[in-house]
Each structure stands twice: as C-alpha cells, then as structure tokens.
C-alpha cells in the first residue's frame, strides 16, 4: 500500500516553460516532506524540502507547495531547462522518527529544447 | 570529499547464486542506510545501521538477505540464495549524527536470472 504517491510516471514540458511535478500522500503522521533528482547512473540527490508548519518552499528555480488538508504537495521549477530532465522523487517522513523517508515511484521529467 | 560509493555498479548472476554489494559512506557519517528500487516502482527502505549497530531493519525482505557492518566504515549487503524477485537497484546512503539530509550512492544494478 503505497503512502506516498507520484501518479505521473513522466511529464515532458518546453524549455522556458514551468515544470509542475505533483505528490500525494496517505499518511497523517508524515509532517515533513522532501523532493529528491535522480540522473541515470546516479543516486537520488537532495532537492528541497518542506515541513508541514509551512505551505511553501522556494529555492531559486524550484518551489514546492504544500496543502496539508488535501494531503497534496507539488513542486514548481520555473523556468524550466533541459538540465532538468531527471527523475523526481517525491518523499516523506514522520517527526521523532529516524529520517527514513518514504519514497513515491518517481516521476521522469524531460525538458525538451 | 568522495561521496558514497558502491561497488560493483551491475551484477549479473543466476537464480540460487550468492551476490554481495559493498557501500563505503562518507567519512564521519555515523548512519548508513540500504534501499532497493524495483524497476518502476518507489525506493523501498531496507535497513539503517548507526555505525556498526542496526538501529532499524524492519525493510529487510527475508533471511536471504544479510547486511553488516563491521568496525562501523563500510557496509556489505549479501543475497543467498538470489531469486529473480531480488532484481533492482540497491542504493546505500549515508548520514552525519543527527542529519536529516541523506547522501546517496550511485547503486548497484543487481540482475537475477
């Protein structure tokens, strides 16, 4: 049973143009939220996190909302450029846990020129 | 500073066969982390050492697998008897004390025949 969810397996967008990358999850007890880039050939890397006393997080390009009610996050990357193209994990942890996030199933993004 | 490395990158090797997957965390990083990806699906947490202890391995999918972590550096992961359900990506990742952030190896592409 799947907590987090990535429900677009892939997203293709013009360069220039904005990235919007969505995540949902089931869990109540997740109140920390993290967006993790993945080349081929390389592990995840971290990209930009959200807490759930905040409903948005913003990293130049990258901004990642969160609607605590719908239990729904999304991430922005605007303007979007071909160096993005990555797979994008959506994850999630619980406080006075262990910071082991729990992974969605990812989604390929792939920024066209 | 190196990151986490993991070796070997592939493994190809028949049902019943023995497979062990090395990690080498980042010097000073008390936790050590393995997941595994299927193909397609979400990063699935296997276990967590904190140094040379396993603080969690409730991920762990049965008996065939054994992790350790011996003198607290580097980690192995052993597959006996491989089965071709064990086919995926295993990452390692790594942590300071306290850190929230984790740092991610490049994997190792296990294939079971």
């Known amino acids: 049973d799947q907590q987090v969810k990535q429900n677009s397996p892939s997203l293709s967008v013009q360069e220039g143009r904005i990235s919007i990358l969505n995540c949902d999850y089931t869990?109540?007890?997740?109140?920390?939220f993290l967006w993790y880039k993945k080349y081929p050939a390389e592990g995840p890397t971290f990209l930009i996190s959200?807490?759930?006393?905040?409903d948005k997080n913003e990293d130049g390009r990258f901004t990642v909302f969160l609607n605590k009610s719908a239990k729904h996050l999304s991430l922005h990357i605007v303007p979007s450029q071909p160096g993005d193209s990555a797979v994008y994990f959506c994850?999630?942890?619980?406080?006075?846990?262990?910071?082991?996030?729990?992974f969605g199933r990812g989604t390929s993004l792939i920024v066209h020129p | 500073e190196a990151g986490v490395t993991q070796f070997p990158s592939h493994s190809v090797i028949e049902k019943g066969q023995t497979v062990t997957l090395r990690c080498d965390p980042i010097?000073?990083?008390?936790?050590l982390y393995w997941y595994r990806r299927v193909m397609g699906k979400e990063i699935k947490f296997l276990l967590h050492?904190?140094?040379?202890?396993?603080?969690?391995e409730s991920g762990m999918p049965n008996n065939r697998f054994l992790a350790e972590r011996t003198g607290g550096t580097y980690s192995t992961l052993k597959v006996q008897p491989a089965e071709l359900e064990d086919s995926g990506v295993y990452f390692c990742?790594?942590?300071?004390?306290?850190?929230?952030?984790?740092?991610f190896g490049p994997g190792t592409r296990l294939t079971v025949l």
């Open positions: 990742a790594s942590s300071q004390v306290g850190g929230s952030e984790q740092f």
């Open positions: 869990n109540s007890m997740f109140d920390y």
């Open positions: 959200i807490s759930s006393i905040k």
């Open positions: 994850a999630a942890t619980a406080s006075g846990g262990s910071y082991i996030p729990t």
């Open positions: 010097s000073g990083h008390d936790n």
């Open positions: 050492f904190v140094k040379e202890s396993k603080q969690d």
